[in-house]
């Protein structure tokens, strides 16, 4: 009965919204059941899997691009406090222009199409993950850089055999979170910039016929990989080698 | 006020962890909960509190059974009990607010210097101390004049010499209240310093093994004979070595 | 001393004055006739005449669309927080609604509101109500326990235990979610009137593109979002110092 329970809010809120419809007539906001038909017909026209693809395909390449560069980055920043220092104010003065500001630059150096996509997930990434990363290394206890040093270890060393495992929880939290946040930017990016994907399946269905169903169901297959992604990330964090950086407060 | 336990019995899951304790504490009497860790003397003093239903068995405080939290008993936890984002006035207050404003005024002012924090009325906790965060908790507990005070191992997070002097200010102000005090403690010496008598608890599951009267005189010197030999009782009796 | 407070501010100053001269530099250098230099944007912001109507535009919806989250927000967290049954039931929902770009609730925000301001309003709304339900639901469970304990044992009603306990001990990590959602509705903010308004600086931007190229006033207005959202940044920083005990 209690594994129940979790069901009953979306239950409540899919019998809200069947209501609300209910009682709107003419309304162009579409009912469940059409939501839900929309859907069977973007996988019967085989456009399901190909949105979802390209999606998550520039959503990959855009965040492990920015993998590659942050944790280096990040790790570099978190040890080198005079570096950090003297770059904050550009880190600081980035973070708050939404990625998708950048449209214009990314049309005027890659075009409109995949490669712009990526480029605005690659930013959208970035700096939450040197963020993330340098944070984790402030928080790296200091007896235990202070034990690698003790034994000898080269700055590469120490690098490679204290700094990255004592980081890798956190940094996991931080790139869960972060792969959140260009699963989001996706979408948005996909609005403006291409032709194709969930976030072009909305633009589209909108201006191309007012098919608000399928604007839901788009809306739904987004919402539903979201919550599959994150939960993928969150199997990482089960890890047996990684639980000891999880005490529970 | 007097406490009675009659026949408390508590189980988590499968395990039993305190199986049948009675107990009657007089009025005015200062009783310490003594065992080793696992032994339940915390979740007996919890069920004495009321925020813990026993599974079999009653406490009864007067002749009233107790039946879930109450300000006519109140618990005194470690230090970081006292709110944060109070001051010591604020803290001792806190429990205040059926009385009056002067009636206030005057409550704090009398418990502030009983418990020697006279000058820091308007200090957050997070300036004082943590012996002067344990007196401020105490001060908290007393203005609201209950007849029964718990406190569960009030010291335990202080250093050893503040320990010391804590325990004489608690038998201080004990002396001065007159309140029943039942006290939760692990630690044997500290057990026979403060109190009247001595429950000593076994563990696993806890039962009431032996009850030791401490029938030493305050002030009490440690190297009064009688308090030695006291104290060895209770060592033995929890099956303790005697040298390291 | 001197020299720590020296490095602190020369070092960082040194380093944005020399990024800026390398931008010019390299502007200079190429040869471009699209990419602006530094005084090109300078100069670019500074005539245009609606600059401040459009600030002031975006100012206008994000306060209001964040506002309103945080006034519904808060109450909804504190009791999904409370009451662990009803967290349970809502919180497959919000994990469910959560990745959904606020963008994505465009079309849905221009029927029930048409194209006007409400439209960004609403999706600012969306983007800054979940962090914090979420935040002042976390705070609300992880009070120590102590202190619930220690307000029932002096005899608090449910009412009083949550004002005079709950609401203050939650206030430090409450004040740290609504300062990280505050940062999302500024993001969110720039995204909504890239879409549907005819002013604010997130139009700027794209209407600078799509109207003439004007890439100058691109990068103004990238600059300008960044540095007002850093100075509310700043702010709400300011507020959070002196509410955490």
Sequence with gaps: MRRLVPLTGIAAFVAVWHVVVALSPGTLVPAPVEAGRALVELAEKGLLVRYVVASLFRVTWGYLAALFVAIPLGVLLGLWRRGERAFNPILQLLRPISPLAWIPMAILWFGVGDLSAMFLIFLASLLPLVTSTIHAVHGIEAQHLAAGRNFGLTHEELVRSVVLPAILPQLIVGMRLTLGIAWLVVVAAEMIAVNSGLGFLIVDARNAGNRYDLVVAGMILIGVIGVGLDLLMRQLERLPSLRWGYATG | MKVEFRNISMTYGTNLVLDDISLSVAEGEFVCLLGPSGCGKSTLLNIAGGFVKPERGEVRIGDEPVTGPDPRRIFVFQERGVFPWLTVEQNIAFGLFRQTEAERRSRVAHYVSLVGLRGFEKAYPRELSGGMKQRLEVARALAVDPDVLYLDEPFGALDSITRLQMRRELLRIWQAEKKTILFVTHDIDESVQLADRVVVLSARPGRLRRIVDIDVPHPRDFSDPRYIALRDEIFCEIGLAHQV | ?245
């Design chain 3, 1 to 245: 001393m001197r020299r720590e407070l020296l490095e602190r501010i020369a070092l960082p100053l040194g380093v944005t004055v020399a990024l800026i001269a390398a931008w010019h530099l390299a502007v200079a250098v190429s040869g471009t006739s699209i990419f602006p230099a530094p005084a090109d944007v300078v100069r670019g912001l500074g005539e245009q005449p609606r600059l401040g109507g459009y600030i002031r535009d975006s100012l206008f919806r994000v306060a209001s669309g964040y506002l309103v989250a945080v006034v519904l927000g808060i109450p909804i967290g504190l009791a999904l927080g409370w009451w662990s049954g009803l967290a349970r039931a809502a919180n497959p929902l919000i994990q469910m609604l959560r990745p959904i770009s606020p963008l994505a609730w465009m079309p849905l925000a221009v029927i029930w509101f048409g194209v006007s301001n409400l439209a960004p309003i609403f999706l600012i709304f969306l983007a800054s109500f979940f962090p914090v339900v979420v935040a002042t639901m976390n705070g609300v469970r992880n009070i120590p326990p102590m202190y619930v304990q220690a307000g029932r044992n002096f005899g608090l009603s449910t009412a009083a235990l949550l004002r005079r306990v709950v609401l203050p001990a939650i206030l430090p990590r409450v004040a740290v979610g609504l300062r990280i959602s505050f940062g999302i509705a500024w993001l969110v903010l720039v995204a909504a009137e890239m879409i549907a308004v005819d002013s604010g600086l997130g139009y700027l931007i794209i209407d600078a593109r799509n109207a003439g190229q004007r890439y100058d006033l691109v990068v103004g207005g990238m600059l300008l979002i960044g540095i007002i959202g850093l100075a509310l940044d700043g702010l709400l920083r300011m507020v959070e110092r002196r509410v955490t005990w």
